[in-house]
C-alpha cells in the first residue's frame, strides 16, 4: 500500500492497470485499494497479525486486494491456483488460515468441500465496494506491517514458506539492479500474465508499480491473446519464462505484434542457447537472464551484452548484495551453489543457503548450470534428464519437451519424452530418434518418445501430461 501511495501522489493520472478491459490511473486504483480495505475490515473483520490465504489469478481485484491487506498488517500467504483440491486440503491442515480469498472460477477446482476456516469470494468483496458499504469503521492504526509468504516444494507435496516482511526496503536491491542493468525506468509498459503467487510476478508487479508503468495484467498465460494485448498496447516490457517465450514465438504473425518490446526478462526456469539465439535475431540484443529462488529472492543476472559474449547461455554474476559460491565441485570445477542474500526469506537474511542446482564458475565471474536436473541411474549409468531435454530441444521444429525417469523391469528407469512440435510439423519417431543418436549415449536414448503438446502451469514451468 505504502508503494502504491507513492504512486498515486506521483503520477495520479498516469494509466496505472489494464485489465479485462477495465483501465485504472494510479489515483483511481488506490482509492479503490482503500475502499477495499475498508470493506475487508468492516464486512468480513479481517484484522491486523491475521493469516489470509490468498487463490486468485491476475487482475485489478486481486491488486486492490493485495494492497488492502498489507494496510491491514496482514500476513499473506499466495496459494498456487494449479494446486487442485487435494492437494489444498493437505495444505491447509498444515498451515493455519483466519480466512481464504478467492476468485469464484477457481472454487470447484482448487477448494475442497469443508473448509477449516472463513473463505470469501473476491467478487463478493468487489460487489460491497460497488454496493457502497466501504468506510463504515475507522481503519486500524498500523505500526508493524505484516509478512507475505509464496510456497516451494508443490509438486512434491511437502510444501516450504517462504516468507518476508511486506515493506519497500524488501524490494530495494533488486529494484537497484534493475535500475542499473535493465534501465527500466526508461520503459513506459509491462506485460504481467506471471502469477502473483510466484516471487518473480508479485516481485515485477511492486517495483512497476513504484516506477509508475502501465501494467497489462492477463489472467492466464494464452500466446494469441499475449500478443495482441502487446502490439495494442504497445508494451516495451516482457517478463516471461523460456516456455512462455518458445509458445510466442511458435504463433503465427509473432514477430510483427512485438515490435514495440524492448526488453524481454527471463526468468523462473532454464533458458536454452536456441531460444537466445531465436529471441535476438527476431528482437536484437534486449534479452536479459535472471536467476534466484524463492528463498534467496531473486540474486543473479546475465545482460544481453553478457549473453553475447559468451559461447554458452550464462546466468550472469551476482547483483549487488549478494556472495555466491560454488562447494562441493569436482575435478570439472562443477559443484554446488551456495548464495548468501541481504533480502532473502525470513530467518536466512546474510546466511548460507544451498540452492541445490549444480553450476560452474569461469575466470571471469560468470555462473552456468550444470546437470541442473536430478540424476537417474538408467541401467547401471548414471543419466540427467535435463541433459536429454537440451539435446532434443536444438531439433528446430520442437517448441518445448520434458524428459523424465519411468520404472523399467529390466534397467530401474528409463527415460520417457514429451516432445511438442511446431505447427505442421510431421516429423516421426524414429526420425527424431535418428537425428538424436549421434548425440545421446545410449542410457540416455529416451525408449518412448510422445509427440503432444506441453501443459504449461501458470507459473510457465511445464507440466507432464
Known sequence: MAVLRFASRYYPDCCALVSEGERFTYKQLYDYALQVTDVLYSEYHVRPHDYVGILCRNHSASVALFTALS?????????????????????????????????????????????????????????????????????????RGGQISVFTGGSSG?????????????????????????????????YLSLPFYHGFGLGTLVISMAMGKKICLARRFKEENALEMIADEQIEVMPTVPAMLARIWQTEGSEEKMKSVKCVISGGDRLSKKLLDT??????????????????????????????????????????????????????????????????????????????????????????????????????????PENVEQVIAQYPEVVNTKVYPVADETFGFVLK????????????????????????????MPHEIVFQPIEILSTGKRGVG
Open 71 to 143: 494496510r491491514l498488517g496482514v500476513n499473506i500467504r499466495l496459494l498456487n491456483s494449479d494446486m487442485g483440491s487435494e492437494k489444498i486440503e493437505v495444505f491447509l491442515q498444515k498451515w493455519h488460515l483466519n480466512a481464504i480469498v478467492y476468485d469464484e472460477e477457481l472454487q470447484q477446482r482448487c477448494l475442497p468441500a469443508e473448509m477449516p476456516c472463513e473463505s470469501f469470494t473476491i467478487e463478493s468483496v468487489c460487489e460491497k465496494v460497488q454496493g457502497g458499504l466501504a468506510g463504515k469503521m475507522k481503519r486500524p492504526r498500523i505500526t
Open 279 to 384: 529471441t535476438r535475431e527476431k528482437l536484437g540484443d534486449v534479452l536479459f537472464n535472471l536467476y534466484g529462488t524463492s528463498e534467496a529472492g531473486f540474486f543473479m543476472m546475465a545482460t544481453p551484452q553478457d549473453l553475447s559474449c559468451k559461447n554458452e547461455v550464462t546466468l550472469g554474476r551476482p547483483i549487488t548484495g549478494v556472495e555466491c559460491e560454488v562447494r562441493d565441485m569436482d575435478e570439472k570445477g562443477v559443484g554446488t551453489l551456495w548464495v548468501r542474500s541481504k533480502w532473502a526469506m525470513i530467518g536466512q537474511q546474510n546466511i548460507w543457503q544451498s540452492t541445490g542446482d549444480r553450476v560452474r564458475c569461469d575466470g571471469d565471474g560468470y555462473f552456468f548450470h550444470e546437470n541442473a536436473g536430478k540424476m537417474v541411474v538408467c541401467g547401471g549409468e548414471n543419466v540427467y
Open 158 to 190: 511437502k510444501y516450504k514458506e517462504a516468507s518476508r516482511k511486506t515493506g519497500v526496503l524488501q524490494f530495494l536491491p533488486p529494484f537497484l539492479a534493475l535500475l542499473k542493468d535493465i534501465c527500466i525506468q526508461n520503459y513506459k509498459s509491462v
Open 417 to 444: 519424452a514429451q516432445v511438442e512440435l511446431a505447427k505442421d510439423c510431421h516429423l516421426t519417431v524414429d526420425e527424431l530418434k535418428t537425428w538424436l543418436k549421434p548425440k545421446l549415449a545410449r542410457a540416455e
